[in-house]
C-alpha cells in the first residue's frame, strides 16, 4: 500500500452519537443508544475526482486515500474540481448543554411531554410515539490546502403525534420541537400545540372548491422553503434544474420577502463555524425585498459557475461525500402576530398541516397537496377544515405574499415565519 499522499486530498474523521428515547403510558417504550465513529477520504487524482469511507476503526489514511485514488479512476475529467484554502482551528464543545443531561433525566422530558399531552383535554384518546432524541458529532478535517479544523455540534428534539375523539370523529396531528439545549425544550408548548390542534380538528368538513386568501403557518411554510431551497444551490444553476438561472437581480417574489442563509446565526440549529470542506462559514442573503441576490455554493460549484464561494457544503454521514446545503435558511420575520395576519387576512383558509408536500416538483416548483386547517370569517376562526386539497407553484405563491409573520421558528436547518397568501387555488367539495 502506497504511503504518498495525492497532491490534492481531503480526510474527515467523524464520531456521532445518537440517543433516542421513547415512551408509552407512562414507561419507558424503548431506548436505543448508537454511535458509530468513521473516516472519509475525497482525493482529485488527474484531476478526477475519488471517495471513499470506512467506519471501522483501525482503518489508517494511507488506506483510505488509495481507496478513494481507485474510485476515481473510473470518474470523469474535471479540471474545476477543487477543496479551499486551508484553515485551521479548534473549537470549543458546542454541545456542552446536551452532554451534561443524564439518561434519567431524558426519560423523563419524553415523559412529561406525553402526560402534557394527556392531560391537555379529556377528548385527547392517545398519544404515539412521545419521543426525546438528540444527535451530538465531534468533526476533524484536514486537506492539502493546509486546513486542520476540529469542531462539534449538537442537536436534540422532542416529538409526538397526539390523537383526539369526541365520539362522532376522530383526528391526529404531529409536532416536533428542536433545542441545543434539552433544558430549554418547551413540553408545555409542544403538548398545548398539539392537543390543541387535534381537539380542535374535531367535527372538521370540507369547504367548496374556491381561489381564497390563505395563510400558511409556520411550519407549513418551513417545508415550502425546505423544498424551494433546491432551487438556490449552485449546482442546480449548474446542471440546468432550476428556475432561477439568470434572475440575479432581478424580482423574483413579494417585496415582503428576505431568504438568508446564515452559518453563523448565534444560536442556530445548523450553525457551525466551518462548513463540510472546511471553509470558514459566512451569512448569505439570497433573497433581499424580493429581488434574488445569488445561490449557495461550495468551492468547485462556486469555480463551475462564476458566482461566489459561500461555505455552503454540507454531509449528512461520514458515508456521503460532501454536498452543497443549508445552514439555517430562512425567511427574515415581519412584524405581525398570528392573531394579526387573521385579521388582516379577514376571510379565507388558515393552512396548519400538509400532506404529501415531498411529491411536488422541486425544479419546477409545482405542488398539489392534502391540507387540513381552518376556514377563517371576519378574522377569526369559524371551524376546523380538512378533506381539501391545495395547489399551485412555490415561486407564484412566493410573489403573492402581502404580509409575513413575526413568529420565525426553525424546524432543524431551516425556519420560517407565517405566511399570507393573496390567493390559493383550493379543491373541496
Not at 479512476?73 to 464543545?93: H, I
Amino acid at each position: 500500500m502506497s504511503t504518498t499522499k495525492p497532491k490534492q486530498f481531503e480526510i474527515c474523521r467523524q464520531t456521532a452519537r445518537i440517543v433516542t428515547v421513547e415512551v408509552k403510558g407512562g414507561s419507558v417504550e424503548a431506548i436505543n443508544q448508537a454511535s458509530e465513529t468513521g473516516a472519509a477520504a475525497r482525493v482529485i487524482s488527474d484531476w478526477r475526482p475519488g471517495f471513499a469511507y470506512s467506519t471501522k476503526p483501525l482503518t489508517s489514511e494511507d488506506e483510505l486515500l488509495s481507496m478513494a485514488e481507485i474510485s476515481a479512476k473510473n470518474a470523469e475529467v474535471d479540471k474545476t474540481l477543487c477543496f479551499p484554502a486551508g484553515e485551521k482551528s479548534d473549537s470549543k464543545t458546542s454541545h456542552a448543554a446536551i452532554s451534561k443531561f443524564k439518561l434519567e433525566e431524558k426519560v423523563d422530558i419524553a415523559k412529561r411531554l406525553e402526560s402534557k399531552i394527556i392531560g391537555f383535554d379529556k377528548r385527547i384518546k392517545g398519544v404515539r410515539k412521545p419521543v426525546y432524541e438528540e444527535t451530538l458529532k465531534d468533526i476533524h478535517l484536514v486537506n492539502s490546502n493546509g486546513a486542520d479544523i476540529k469542531f462539534s455540534k449538537g442537536l436534540c428534539l422532542i416529538c409526538a403525534t397526539a390523537i383526539a375523539d369526541n365520539g362522532r370523529d376522530s383526528e391526529w396531528t404531529s409536532e416536533i420541537e428542536y433545542s441545543l439545549d434539552p433544558a430549554t425544550l418547551d413540553i408545555d408548548g409542544v403538548a398545548k400545540a398539539v392537543a390543541g390542534r387535534a381537539v380542535s380538528y374535531l367535527d372538521s368538513r370540507k369547504i367548496p372548491s374556491q381561489h381564497a386568501p390563505c395563510l400558511l403557518c409556520g411550519d407549513v411554510a418551513t417545508e415550502m422553503l425546505g423544498l424551494l431551497a433546491g432551487s438556490f444551490f449552485a449546482d442546480a444553476l449548474f446542471s440546468g434544474k432550476t428556475q432561477l438561472a439568470g434572475k440575479i437581480g432581478q424580482k423574483i417574489y413579494s417585496d415582503k420577502i428576505t431568504i438568508v442563509d446564515d452559518a453563523t446565526l448565534k444560536g442556530g440549529f445548523a450553525s457551525v463555524p466551518f462548513d463540510s470542506e472546511g471553509a470558514e462559514t459566512k451569512r448569505t442573503v439570497l433573497v433581499n425585498g424580493g429581488t434574488m441576490m445569488g445561490f449557495l455554493s461550495d468551492a468547485t460549484y462556486a469555480k463551475k459557475t462564476g458566482m461566489p464561494h459561500t461555505s455552503s457544503s454540507t454531509r449528512g454521514t461520514i458515508t456521503q461525500p460532501p454536498r452543497i446545503g443549508p445552514h439555517n435558511l430562512h425567511i427574515t420575520a415581519g412584524k405581525l402576530d398570528v392573531p394579526a395576519l387573521l385579521k388582516t387576512m379577514h376571510k379565507g383558509l388558515y393552512v396548519t398541516d400538509v400532506l404529501g408536500l415531498h411529491t411536488a416538483n422541486p425544479i419546477t416548483g409545482d405542488f398539489s397537496v392534502g391540507a387540513s386547517g381552518f376556514l377563517v370569517e371576519n378574522g377569526a376562526i369559524k371551524h376546523g377544515v380538512k378533506g381539501i386539497t391545495i395547489a399551485g407553484n412555490f415561486h407564484q405563491l412566493f410573489q403573492r405574499i402581502t404580509a409575513v409573520g413575526s413568529d420565525l421558528k426553525f424546524r432543524g436547518s431551516t425556519g420560517s415565519p407565517s405566511l399570507l397568501v393573496e390567493e390559493i387555488a383550493i379543491s373541496g367539495d
